[in-house]
């Protein structure tokens, strides 16, 4: 399997699973890390590993049929059959998601279906966990189709919200399970224990 990931922020998540393939926890190889923002610290963190960044935004083409272009012609130049979406804030192209049907996931910092959607991301996710008084928050990995954060869910992991937890001691917590989840299922996909049948993901054990 050969893997790209995109990523528009910090690459926590990029992070952890360069470390899992590294460490022969992912039987796979990461192929290219593609982000929306040349500056962002993923590319870097990319770089740092000599796993080629790209960036390509649709800022820089004046048609849309000449961004998606690049974005199919690089997947391809770089022999990728598997996306990783790890904090990207741009919607994926239909013409993506019907070509890596059922091979490109997403991971979401709450437990879908409920706190996703537009304008859930980030800390505003665990301040809307904790402003509904939920007891219990987690992460959800799940397939990219073509509504956001909808398609269906891979693996889930649940995390207690405390008392005194703030929005920012909570993405802590979050975040920390998504950096063992996210290479857990990747594996999973690497060793081909994934069946997709409609909305329901059966892990082949
Ligand atoms: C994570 O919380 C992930 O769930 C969400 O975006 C965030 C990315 O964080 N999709 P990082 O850049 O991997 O640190």
Redesign the pocket.
């Known amino acids: 399997m050969r893997i790209a990931i995109f990523?528009?922020?910090?690459?926590?998540?990029?992070?952890s699973i360069i470390d899992s393939v590294g460490d022969g926890n992912i039987d796979a190889e990461i192929g290219m890390v593609l982000s929306n923002k040349k500056d962002s610290y993923?590319l870097e963190r990319a770089r740092k590993h000599n796993i080629p960044g790209i960036c390509i935004s649709s800022k820089d083409f004046d048609n849309r049929g000449g961004f998606i272009g690049q974005m199919l012609g690089t997947l391809d130049e770089y022999g990728i059959d598997f996306i990783a979406?790890?904090?990207?804030m741009k919607k994926i192209p239909p013409e993506l998601i019907a070509k890596f049907r059922n091979r490109i996931t997403?991971?979401?910092?709450a437990l879908l279906p409920s706190f996703g959607g537009k304008g859930m991301?980030?800390i505003h996710v665990h301040r809307a966990v904790i402003e509904y008084g939920c007891k219990i928050t987690g992460?959800t990995v799940h397939i990219v189709d073509e509504q956001y954060d909808h398609g269906p869910v891979i693996a889930q992991q649940c995390v207690p919200v405390e008392n005194d937890d703030t929005p920012e001691t909570l993405?802590e917590k979050?975040?920390a399970v998504?950096h063992s989840l996210y290479p857990a299922v990747l594996q999973l996909f690497a060793r081909d224990k994934i069946e997709v049948d409609g909305q329901i993901v059966r892990i082949l054990i």
């Open positions: 990523a528009s922020g910090s690459g926590t998540n990029l992070q993923a979406l790890a904090g990207y997403n991971i979401h910092p991301y980030g992460v993405a979050v975040l998504e």
